[in-house]
């Protein structure tokens, strides 16, 4: 299917992704609908939704009248059949659980068009995983946004080995009309791109760090001073949270087996002992 034939879109899940995913195809243009098991999450999505747009519109970085076409665009249903009947692109942003976007996928195969991509926003599950829940797994990619979609403007499209050209030229395409920077990674792999860059950066910081090769403030200083980063690796190892990143190196060595991609000490260390960064109060700066 060609990037012009896409004229619907059905954004399942309505949680801090799949809000701001519903946002960006709306004011990019295209009828969308959002679709919640949850009453109260279409509830809170609206909500917050109208906060956060309504901010962009004050910083200037939208018109009222974008956004009030947008809104013209969107509506919420809890019921499943009614958000995918005539969708012809399905964006898949519900809780991270394989079994439960195995169990979406097929009621998504039986309900949505013959000729309907599906694609999941998982942040760790390959889309072979799932897939194979469909009868259609040549029209099933990742389409991995960042968050806040809103602001990030990365989009990686992650190909499974029964991706067709046809559904990654369109996923791709698809970023590029709502507005984002799509990157095509041909094969699966966990972590996809950005992540693993950051998991990489993570890792030679703890390393170095552990070494007694420099202080983790100093190394922050050569990200930042050094590198133009906005943030040094370990200020944004607290920032996301260590426990967060812990469980990312443990899932990559448990899926690879392989011992460089194993949490460093000091991270399980910390871990351990309940220093998860900023929201527990200590991390490796200590927090007010
Ligand atoms: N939060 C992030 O920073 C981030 C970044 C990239 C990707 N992701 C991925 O996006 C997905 C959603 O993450 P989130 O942070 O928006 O989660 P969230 O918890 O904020 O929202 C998930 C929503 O899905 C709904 N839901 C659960 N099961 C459902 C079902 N069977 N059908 C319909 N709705 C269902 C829940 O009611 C909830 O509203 C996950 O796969 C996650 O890995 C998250």
């Keep these: 299917m060609s990037i012009d034939a896409v004229k619907r879109i059905g954004v399942v899940g309505s949680g ?121 797994p040549e029209n099933v990619c990742n389409m991995h946004f960042f968050n806040p979609v809103l602001v990030m403007e990365l989009v990686e499209v992650v190909m499974n080995p029964q991706t067709s050209e046809d559904t990654a030229d369109t996923a791709v395409e698809l970023c590029r009309r709502i507005g984002k920077t799509p990157i095509l990674l041909k094969k699966e792999i966990s972590g996809f791109v950005a992540n693993r860059l950051l998991m990489a950066l993570f890792k030679e910081a703890m390393y170095l760090y552990e070494q007694g090769i420099a202080d983790f403030k100093d190394i922050d200083l050569a990200a930042t001073k050094a590198l133009n980063h906005p943030m040094g690796p370990f200020t944004l190892m607290d920032f996301t949270g260590l426990d967060v990143n812990y469980y990312v190196m443990q899932q990559q060595y448990a899926e690879t087996g392989d011992p460089a991609m194993k949490p460093p000490e000091i991270l399980r260390e910390k871990f351990e002992r309940g220093e998860f960064g900023r929201k527990s109060g200590k991390g490796f700066y200590t927090y007010e």
């Design 16 to 136: 801090a992704m799949g809000t701001q995913i519903a946002a960006v195809c709306a004011l990019a243009g295209y009828p969308v609908k959002v679709q919640d098991i949850a009453t109260e999450s279409l509830e809170r999505a609206r909500q917050v939704l109208t906060e956060q747009l309504e901010k962009r519109v004050q910083k200037g970085k939208l018109s009222r009248e974008q956004v009030d076409g947008a809104w013209s665009r969107l509506s919420w249903t809890t019921d499943l059949g009614e958000a995918v009947r005539d969708a012809d692109y399905v964006i898949e942003a519900i809780v991270e659980k394989l079994d439960a976007k195995r169990e979406l996928f097929a009621r998504l195969d039986e309900l949505a068009p013959a000729h309907a991509i599906l694609a999941t926003n998982s942040s760790t599950i390959v889309s072979s995983k799932i897939a194979d829940a469909t009868r259609r």
